[in-house]
């Protein structure tokens, strides 16, 4: 024969708790905000679904029976719990708390996303972030696969724009990086066509950064360098750049944060006489499924840092 269920409220669970830290019914009626009557109308019921006296009712006060024992530590586990739940509800409404993946190509990964991550994980260390860091057409698949909650990249045409809340943010200067004894790191003005000759390391063909780079060849009339190694990994450029004479077209923001401490890693930018930009990325996110709260903290300061750096670009 099956044993009966209990069905108890969060409200009898705290009397029972409050009874045996007090061991008194008036103090724990009076902590609840109780009246005593109400308090042994409630206890009573509690013990007719356990079957059995949960306390002692003895001339110093109430302490609990063996059965009461066991109760009390199943009530305080419970209400631990409901505590814990109630809290996790508050942060995750708040933003605190919850899990968000987010999206970027190179260049506003370092310069954006870093600190808008710092500055949330410093309010709500339990936040769980997932980066991504890809060309533009990989996140879009993300993004619009509901794989990931927001982007910085930038809008292709095999994307309908209208499946996105756009927020424009910069555009990315790209330099050219080299090791730091490269034959060309004093140079106080490099021109392409000196660069031409050397081997260089780009991305695949179609990466923005690849493009602006042989579109400024261009415009100087020079084919694009012959000496190419595709590569789109950030990990092994370095490495081959640290052990050739190789140059390598990057973002500005991992150029500083190379050549910079406190990584200075023993590359240098070479000084080109032909300025080289990527145009503009955006800060993507779908407009048909809502953000989470955390998701929302973290875009918005992302939009706050990239304000704060063109401002601080533009100068007084």
Known sequence: MPQPRLSLKPAQLRLIHQIAQSGQLQ??????????????????????????????RLPKGME?????????????????EMDSMATDI????????????????TGPAVSCLVPAIRQV???????????????SRELLRLLTT?????????????????DFSILPMRDEKVSLIARAAHP??????????ELAGYEWIMQQRGAPIREATLAAFAQVGLPEPADTINSPSMLWTMAYLAQSDAVAPVS???????????????FTVIRSAQ????????????????LSPLAMRLRDEVARNSRSQVLDQAGP
Not at 252 to 266: N, T, Y
């Open 121 to 135: 994980k410093l309010q709500s260390p339990g936040a769980r972030i997932s980066v991504e860091v890809l060309p």
């Open 90 to 105: 508050r942060d995750l409404r708040a933003g605190h708390a919850g899990a968000v993946r987010v999206g970027s190509v």
């Open 64 to 80: 609990p029976t063996e059965i009461g024992a066991t109760f009390l530590r199943r009530a305080r586990a419970i209400l631990r």
């Open 146 to 162: 509901g794989e990931i909650d927001f982007v910085l990249a930038r809008i292709l045409p095999e994307f309908d724009s209208h």
């Open 275 to 290: 300025e080289v930009r990527v145009s503009t990325y955006y800060l993507l996110a779908p407009i048909r499924r809502p």
């Open 27 to 56: 103090i724990a009626a009076e902590t609840l905000a109780m009246t005593q009557p109400a308090a042994s109308r409630m206890l009573a019921e509690v013990e007719r679904q356990a079957g059995a006296p949960l306390f002692l």
């Open 252 to 266: 500005d923001e991992v150029a500083q944060l190379l050549i910079r401490p406190p990584v200075s890693a023993g």
């Open 184 to 193: 060309l790191a004093r140079a106080p003005v490099v021109t392409l066509t």
